[in-house]
Nanobody, 120 residues
Framework: QVQLVESGGGLVQAGGSLRLSCTAS????????MSWYRQAPGKQRELVAA???????NYADSAKGRFTISRDNANNTVYLQMNSLKPEDTAVYYC??????????????WGQGTQVTVSS
């Protein structure tokens, strides 16, 4: 029913760039804060970046200055542009759609994840 489709992961050398994308249904996307999380092996999932429908953004300290989250509301797609990648960025990256405050029933949907591997 609800599907978040992610793409853009891959293998890249340190210092390189990748652009992740995630597309959701129109109804979910329009009422969701969209986020990118990542999870490295043996580690807990952590927030990388989030963007509200208005375009307001928040970033993890590790992502500031290197990553840019954006959303195309017309195409129901959120992007994560990752530049200056480091080996410690290696993780499975997950797209998340969380309902905005006041939306009932609330939701919290996850994509299947896309692997990002940064070689040293």
């Amino acid at each position: 029913q609800v599907q978040l489709v992610e793409s853009g992961g891959g293998l890249v050398q340190a210092g390189g760039s990748l652009r992740l994308s995630c597309t959701a249904s129109r109804t979910i996307f329009a009422s969701s804060t969209m986020s990118w999380y990542r999870q490295a092996p043996g580690k807990q999932r952590e927030l990388v970046a989030a963007i509200a429908y208005s375009g307001r953004t928040n970033y993890a300290d590790s992502a500031k200055g290197r990553f840019t989250i954006s959303r195309d509301n017309a195409n129901n797609t959120v992007y994560l542009q990752m530049n200056s990648l480091k080996p410690e960025d290696t993780a499975v990256y997950y797209c998340n759609a969380e309902s905005r405050t006041g939306v009932r029933p609330p939701w919290n949907y996850w994509g299947q994840g896309t692997q990002v591997t940064v070689s040293s």
